[in-house]
C-alpha cells in the first residue's frame, strides 16, 4: 500500500503560478513512478504529468506542456507539479497517483493509488 497527500492548492488568478505537493508513505518511493490527474465535477479524470521511476522520464498532457513541470525528490518521499501560467481551464480538484509501471499507462488517468486530492481554482 502506498499512501498519497496533496498539499498546495489553493484560489489564484489567471497568469500566476502554484506548486502542489505530494507526500507518499509506506513503501519505497523510488521505486514507484508519480503522477498527477485532475478532475472538475461531471467529467472524467484528467490525466496532467508523470514521472517515471526510470530515468526521471517524464510525460505531459498537450495542454500543459510547457507550462507544468512535475518533478521528484526520492530523499523526501516527495514529488511536486510546477504551474505556471495558470488559466481557468486549470481549475480542478488535483490528485496525486502512484503505480510501479515505467510509463504512463493506458487509459491514461488509471493507476494503482491515488491522493485524496487538493483544490485548485484559477479565477479569470
Not at 461531471?42 to 496532467?48: D, L, S
Not at 523526501?76 to 490528485?95: G, H, I
Request: glycine share 8%.
Amino acid at each position: 500500500q502506498v499512501q498519497l497527500v496533496e498539499s498546495g492548492g489553493g484560489l489564484v488568478q489567471a497568469g500566476d503560478s502554484l506548486r502542489l505537493s505530494c507526500v507518499a508513505s509506506g513503501q519505497t518511493f523510488s521505486k514507484y513512478s508519480l503522477a498527477w490527474v485532475r478532475q472538475t465535477p461531471g467529467k472524467e479524470r484528467e490525466f496532467v504529468a508523470f514521472i517515471s521511476w526510470h530515468r526521471d522520464a517524464t510525460y505531459y498532457a498537450n495542454s500543459v506542456k510547457g507550462r507544468f513541470t512535475v518533478s521528484r525528490d526520492n530523499a523526501r518521499n516527495t514529488v511536486y507539479l510546477q504551474m505556471n501560467s495558470l488559466k481557468p481551464e486549470d481549475t480542478a480538484v488535483y490528485y496525486c497517483a502512484a503505480d510501479t509501471i515505467a510509463q504512463p499507462p493506458d487509459p491514461l488517468a488509471e493507476f494503482d493509488y491515488y491522493g485524496q486530492g487538493t483544490q485548485v481554482t484559477v479565477s479569470s
